[in-house]
């Protein structure tokens, strides 16, 4: 996703921009699916409005003109000359304000259509996808930058309509009186197109190419201003250093910005002067010819605006044609986004999902991508109804990778699990993910009420408080759910209004209880004691095996004590599965497991008799 050397001389092409036109059809089309009866009303007030100037014109031409033929006829022609204008003034400015009204709303409704484009693709994506560097870089600058574009687009489209229809009324005007001064001021301001449209890409560049840096100024900030992070923030005095760092890209940035201003503004003074030096001549010779009478008054006043009016006209237009430029490049990073190719496994007969009875990881390798290492590599074991499984290792050894590709948040990996006997990749995936459930060891604290909290392990359920408060009952928290404020709607956390924050244990009970909401076939548990004290973590293995009852239960662990009770242990290093049996068998064994375990008994009993020591003293 990120930019490649051979596309940046593409970007900076004028092929390349003409090209990006081919995202208009697809844009009409988002347009008209957003609110088909509201895009066409504000077509029509659009045009109306590119009409409008000329007949305005051309009422006060008449109306100043009115003033001298009422020397000779009275007063009369110079009230219908000043009724009509009056009037259609009046008409103009209460379409206008009718046209402000429906592109605010529909501005709102676009905006709501794009947001939700992007979030649609972003829960279709894997994990795979997501872990990108560069798929994180487009959904940054898919929601920063072209969530806005659509609208912006539409908007230079409709001027761009509204301006052909003003310039070549005006032009026309010009035409009759002298010819050559409607193409001089059509041709002049299509001289600086070039060298705005160069600026424009060189911005554009510069903005594509900043993504990651922008990414990481978000994350200092990031940092400086969540909650999570201030503790530690404030304890190691990280703050200025962190607002240095922001300080410093920001700096980068606007000297970035600076530079590009300064082109434009040079740019824009050289044809500033060209356009005023041609506007001059052409009131000259305007001038002139209503010092020899070849032209009324009205007509006087009516071919200086009609200069002044082509000539915006067409500067307007060129900045309307350069500003799509540029959109339609943001525009395509929109579409990139939306366009990246989710993978869909083909399966040749798709087998409904039964109860999981057993599960059965067979000589099971894997790769995380762009790693050259195996995260696993030949693992072998299997699990039966009713059993505990515990998988364990230092940190690195695969353990949670299991737990992904069982969960098949990646499904590209070398042998086979097998459920029930038959090939994961047999399963419909939402279908098997339904009969699972997981607390994994960074599990979401969700800033809502309690009750989505817990509710969110099966969202259909959300409204059953019996079922909700037995899954906390069942995690150990159903007394912390009765004492909060508004029980199960109280608000949980402190990024919102009257949140009651917990504790890193309590939040870990939470996910517990959420993941207890659904009725499972196999129950997962991933660190589910690293925040809780001994006691509350015995608590939670004493409910989790008897939740597991003929069901099938899988937890990972560094806690050697909390184990020793699961019916198989897993022993992993470096990928591969080192050993394997009951806490019996590896401890008779005499590897590596005893050795830890062994290790971390000592540990504890030695942290006991200091606690004792330190009572007694």
Request: aromatic share 12%.
């Amino acid at each position: 996703m990120a930019i490649r050397k051979e596309e940046e001389s593409s970007i900076m092409s004028v092929a390349n921009i003409i090209k990006s036109f081919r995202y208009w059809p697809r844009i009409m089309r988002l347009l008209w699916a957003t609110n088909a009866k509201g895009l066409v009303a504000i077509m029509v007030l659009n045009l109306f409005h590119g009409v409008s100037p000329i007949i305005v014109l051309i009422l006060t031409k008449n109306l100043i003109n009115a003033i001298t033929y009422s020397w000779n006829t009275g007063f009369n022609v110079v009230l219908w000359a000043f009724g009509g204008l009056v009037g259609f003034t009046l008409l103009s400015q209460l379409l206008s304000l009718a046209q402000s009204y429906l592109e605010s709303l529909f501005k709102v409704l676009l905006m709501n259509r794009i947001n939700r484009l992007i979030m649609e693709k972003s829960i279709s994506l894997s994990l795979k996808d997501f872990e990108n560097a560069g798929v994180q870089d487009a959904l940054k600058l898919a929601q920063n930058e072209a969530g806005h574009r659509p609208y912006q687009i539409m908007q230079q489209m409709l001027a761009l309509i509204s301006g052909v229809v003003t310039l070549f009324s005006a032009a026309g005007i010009l035409i009759v009186f002298r010819w050559w001064m409607a193409f001089i001021l059509l041709i002049i301001p299509f001289t600086s197109f070039y060298s705005f449209l160069r600026i424009g890409q060189q911005e554009f560049l510069l903005q594509f190419k900043r993504i990651p840096k922008m990414r990481k100024a978000w994350y200092y900030s990031f940092l400086m201003t969540n909650d999570k992070n201030f503790k530690e923030v404030k304890l190691y005095q990280l703050g200025k250093y962190l607002l240095g760092c922001y300080n410093k890209l920001f700096r980068g940035f606007y000297c970035e910005d600076k530079h590009i201003a300064k082109k434009r503004l040079n740019v824009g003074i050289l044809f500033q002067f060209i356009n005023l030096m041609v506007n001059g001549l052409m009131m000259f010779v305007v001038l002139r010819a209503a010092f020899f009478q070849e032209i009324e008054i009205g007509t006087v006043v009516a071919l200086t605006q009609t200069i002044t009016m082509t000539q915006s006209n067409s500067q307007s237009l060129i900045s309307g044609i350069l500003s799509l430029c540029q959109h339609n490049l943001y525009l395509k990073q929109l579409f990139v986004f939306l366009d990246l190719k989710v993978k869909k496994v083909v399966k040749e007969k798709c087998v409904d999902v039964p109860a999981i009875e057993t599960i059965e990881f067979k000589n099971v390798s894997f790769q995380y991508p762009d790693n050259p290492n195996y995260a696993l590599r030949h693992v072998s074991f299997k699990i039966k109804p009713g059993e505990t499984i515990a998988i364990v290792g230092r940190n690195g050894s695969g353990k949670t990778t299991l737990i992904k590709l069982l969960t098949q948040l990646y499904d590209e990996f070398e042998g086979d699990i097998l459920i029930n006997g038959m090939s994961i990749r047999s399963f419909d995936q939402d279908a098997l993910r339904q009969r699972m459930t997981v607390v994994f060891q960074d599990f979401v604290q969700y800033e809502l009420n309690m009750r989505h909290n817990i509710g969110f392990g099966h969202v259909n359920r959300l409204d059953s408080d019996d079922v909700i408060m037995e899954a906390a009952k069942r995690a150990g928290i159903d007394s912390l759910v009765e004492d909060l404020p508004q029980e199960l709607d109280t608000q949980i956390g402190r990024l919102f209004e009257q949140g009651s924050q917990l504790s890193g244990g309590q939040w870990q009970r939470v996910a517990i209880a959420r993941a207890f909401m659904r009725q499972a076939d196999v129950y997962i548990l991933d660190e589910p004691s690293s925040m809780l004290d001994p006691e509350s973590e015995r608590d939670v293995f004493e409910k989790f095996r008897e939740l597991i009852h003929q069901h099938i239960g899988i937890f990972i662990s560094h806690r050697y004590t909390s184990i020793k009770y699961a019916d198989h242990i897993v022993m992993m290093d470096q990928g591969k599965v080192i050993e394997l049996g009951s806490h019996q068998e590896l401890i008779a064994k005499d590897g590596v497991y005893a050795y830890l375990y062994n290790m971390q008994l000592a540990a504890y009993s030695e942290g006991e008799k200091e606690e004792v020591q330190y009572d007694v003293g």
